[in-house]
């Protein structure tokens, strides 16, 4: 199965990647990631990177594109993957498009996991995350069992840069310009499923794994 996860900063994406990578057994590819791997390597592009990510700006498509399409073309992607946070925007669709018309492959699922602004906010503004091993957290409503300590490795959590609330008032409003043409374009395709997001985490993961065991 590959599957796009689309919704809003904050919106509990990266929470329900994980479930579901988990349960189908396929790689969680975020761009996040990829891109803070990036940054913490030092390099040159990791400054480029960084330079648009702190002010909670898209990267630009060509470098964002070929990072994806490399790590698509792994072998560990051969039975199915899941994107969060890409595509964020129509190129980057038609992008991944011709990416799987070259393997012969293409996405099967869309799904967009619905999230007011309110909650959103109240999620982000909570959010604590690992710097090491990625574990993410919220200080009310999944807490480390130390506080500010990661459960896996014990490592200080951090709230991200990008995080906080003007950046992610800005980044919400990208999202709504940018995410639109892509939602109409995987409706054309009849693979987009529109999750309902307020709830909590095991109500959403049983929404999408429900879609998902019927297939
Ligand atoms: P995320 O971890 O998905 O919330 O992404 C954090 C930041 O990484 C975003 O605010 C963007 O600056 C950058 N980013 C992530 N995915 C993409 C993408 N597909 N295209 C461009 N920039 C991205």
């Not at 999620?123 to 995350?129: A, D, E, Y």
């Not at 840069?161 to 310009?177: A, F, G, S, V």
């Amino acid at each position: 199965m590959r599957i796009v996860l689309l919704g809003t900063p904050g919106g509990g994406k990266g929470t329900q990647a994980k479930l579901i990578c988990n349960y189908f057994n396929i790689p969680h590819i975020s761009t996040g990631d990829i891109f803070r791997g990036k940054i913490k390597e030092g390099t040159a592009e990791g400054e480029v990177i960084s330079s648009y990510m702190e002010k909670g700006q898209l990267v630009p498509d060509r470098l964002t594109i070929s990072l994806v399409e490399e790590r698509l073309i792994k072998d560990d992607c051969k039975n199915g993957f899941l994107l969060d946070g890409f595509p964020r925007d129509e190129k980057q669709a038609e992008a991944l498009d011709l990416i799987m018309n070259k393997k012969n492959e293409q996405v099967n699922f869309a799904f967009l996991i619905d999230v007011s602004k309110e909650i959103i906010l109240d999620r982000v503004l909570g959010r604590r995350v690992c710097p090491v091993c990625r574990e993410s957290y919220h200080v009310k409503y999944n807490p480390p069992k130390v506080p500010g300590k990661c459960d896996v490795c014990g490592t200080a959590l951090v709230h991200r840069p990008d995080d906080q609330k003007e950046i992610i008032l800005d980044r919400l409003t990208i999202y709504n310009q940018t995410t639109q043409p892509i939602l109409e374009f995987y409706e054309k395709k009849g693979i987009l499923h529109k999750i309902k997001g307020d709830g909590g985490i095991q109500d959403i993961f049983s929404q999408i794994s429900g879609v998902l065991k019927e297939a």
